[in-house]
């Protein structure tokens, strides 16, 4: 007790682990801390909390400082997640033969992103399999830094397999995996429209209706298929021949318009219907002024004449 009047009552700073977030400050005899690794690593020494005690007379931490690294390995499935090469963000060792298994629930498939990536070329070379295990088939074999942006698995698992040779090493890899929580993504809305059905399992179906005035490009239903992608693209509600809207660009735009221009530019206007025109002068085009004599749908004129002067 006399060592603790004397100030020794407080446990050595721990630090902040690499790879790794403390939450606590106090390392006041009786405190604790704790260390959660950041997503990819997984603790490779002690346990996440540990506290100042009072051992043999001695104020010290209950257990070693935690540690996080990334392991050579690993088996998931939560929603999302990230896979490192084995050492990330240092070099992987050699004769690395290292195996992760991602697994969502039956129905669901798996997207992964290449985050980084590059091994030693043509030696150092990472599998990705369209199932459980190496017999599935392959989705990809990749080395040196040519890799996809992402992939999809059509069946509810993916598994990757790490190996290197006995020479020569490279920063690895970060992987970002994702669950797709439907089997099929959400296929959208068409605009002017609306969608019957929510299910985007396999097998499901998804229609689509148009407000009035427009229809369907067309009818068929959209059926998610087992390969997770729907039979169709999403269908547009079409206008009966018009367009709600559109743009009018100067002749050349972007570049600059040729001098000595007289244009003129139609639009069709369906009578009764109102309409808008915006002239956005850019700084190039200076004399963006609508000379317009733009009619309204009062004259009974089926056209309205918009002039640019140049
Ligand atoms: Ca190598």
Redesign the pocket.
Known sequence: ASTLAFGHNECPDPGVPINARRFGDNFQLGSSISVICEEGFIKTQGTETISCILMDGKVMWSGPIPRCGAPCGGHFSSPSGVILSPGWPGYYK?SLNCEWVIEAEPGHSIKITFERFQT?LN??VLEVHDGPNLLSPLLGSYNGTQVPQFLFSSSNFIYLLFT??N???NNGFKIHYEINTYSCLDPGIPVHGTRYGHDFSIGSTVSFSCDPGYRLSHEEPLLCEKNHWWSHPLPNCDGKNELTSGTILSPGYPELYPNSLNCTWTVDVTHGKGKKCNCIPLPLYNQCSMGVGLRTPEDQSKFDIMQFHL
């Open positions: 050699d030693e030696y150092d290197t040779d020479s020569r090493s």
